[in-house]
């Protein structure tokens, strides 16, 4: 196929597993990225992996002038949308921060696709728009009630892609929710390395595991799950990133016209779980204390991730215990992270 695929956040966590797993299915790509949570070491590092190049524009999707260059000088044939802020607290301190570059870089984003007369999206959403459905499964028709900055961020741009497609019919897009991404290539050579303290579990087990943090504070033990501790659906990024090759093929070949896509296994963990599991692969332990409940958390939460199948022909492989190994390998290898 002639033309590239435009990746903007795709030196991040998960752009950067996809940009790995499109190259590899013998995509062009092209990745935008303002590297302001992700280093420019991934580049190499995917090339290496891939054993092939690509380009990287060291750019923003808040800057217009910039995007209408880039859909003016390249041939783009879709893009798969990854750039945004993404720590659920942080947003509630920076609410500016968020909606800016979240929903004004995206429609700034999608203003010039449509200049540009690209309309083929693979779009990153996330779980948290469905914010505290009243039962622990969802489905993508459970309604949608984002309770954070974030994920309020998130349901307007999906309803801007909404608006989007109702009025040009010619667009086709594939929305994806991801549940919990966690794990890493198997080769050590990418991975989770969040700036500053981590936000999310795997990365703070990985961290004590590794020495760079001390103990896990468990968010509560008094929920109404098996062993009391939060569940969540944590899924292999590199079933995520299948997924999004998976969804790309869909909408260039125009077998999906608009679709909202839960990425989940379906399968719930709970912290103490993942904990044990965790320890189990590293040989490492993970001292932790039970501490009072995190504010807006649910007892649980998984996907039903049936749709996937059905749509995608896609379906996770890969259960907790490669997801630990992977995470566990990734930061072994890489104790601080990447380095530049
Ligand atoms: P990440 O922070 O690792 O990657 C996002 C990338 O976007 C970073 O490299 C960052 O430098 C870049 N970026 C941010 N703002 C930008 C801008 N204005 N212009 C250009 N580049 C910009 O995050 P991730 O975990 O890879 O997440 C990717 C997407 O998936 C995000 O939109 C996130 O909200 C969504 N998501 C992530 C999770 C998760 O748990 N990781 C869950 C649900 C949804
Ligand atoms: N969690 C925890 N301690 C931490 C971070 C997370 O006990 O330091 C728990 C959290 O309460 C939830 C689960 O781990 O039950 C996953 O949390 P994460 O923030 O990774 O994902 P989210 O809650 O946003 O789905």
């Excluded at 299915?25 to 590092?45: F, H, M, Q």
């Excluded at 909606?99 to 309309?119: C, D, H, P, Q, R």
């Excluded at 303290?197 to 008094?222: C, E, H, Y």
């Amino acid at each position: 196929m002639e033309g590239s695929i435009l990746i903007t956040g795709g030196t991040g966590y998960i752009g950067s597993h996809t940009s790995l797993k499109l190259l590899n299915a013998g995509y062009e790509i092209i990745i935008l990225d303002n590297l302001s949570n992700s280093c420019l070491e991934v580049k190499d590092r995917i090339k290496k992996l891939a054993n092939k190049g690509f380009q990287f524009i060291n750019g923003d999707i808040r800057n217009t002038n910039q995007l209408k260059s880039i859909f003016k000088d390249k041939k783009i044939n879709a893009v798969i949308h990854f750039a945004g802020l993404k720590a659920v607290a942080d947003s509630a301190i920076y609410p500016l921060e968020y909606y800016e570059n979240n929903v004004v870089g995206s429609l700034n984003l999608f203003k010039e696709m449509a200049s540009a007369n690209i309309k083929s999206l693979v779009f990153s959403s996330s779980a948290t728009v469905y914010g505290n459905p009243g039962m622990p499964i969802c489905k993508e028709n459970t309604p949608l009630n984002p309770v954070n900055v974030y994920g309020k961020t998130k349901l307007i741009i999906e309803d801007i892609l909404r608006n989007i497609k109702k009025a040009d019919p010619e667009w086709r897009i594939i929305n994806l929710r991801y549940f919990n991404p966690v794990g890493a290539h198997p080769s050590g050579m990418i991975g989770e390395d969040p700036k500053g303290t981590p936000n999310n579990l795997m990365p703070l087990i990985s961290q004590i595991a590794i020495g760079r943090r001390k103990k896990l504070l468990v968010f509560g033990d008094n929920y109404n799950t098996p062993d009391g501790t939060g569940r969540r659906d944590y899924i292999h990024i590199e079933d995520v990133a299948n997924a999004h090759v998976a969804s790309l093929e869909k909408i260039l070949k125009g077998d999906v016209l608009h679709m909202d896509i839960n990425l989940g296994t379906g399968k719930p963990y709970s912290v103490l779980e993942v904990i044990k599991t965790f320890e189990s692969v590293s040989l490492k332990k993970i001292p932790y204390e039970i501490t009072k409940r995190r504010a807006g958390d649910l007892a649980e939460y998984y996907a039903d991730p049936s749709l996937a199948k059905n749509i995608l022909n896609w379906k996770a492989k890969f259960d907790l215990r490669k997801m630990c190994l992977d995470s566990w390998n990734w930061q072994s290898k890489n104790p601080s992270g990447f380095i530049n």
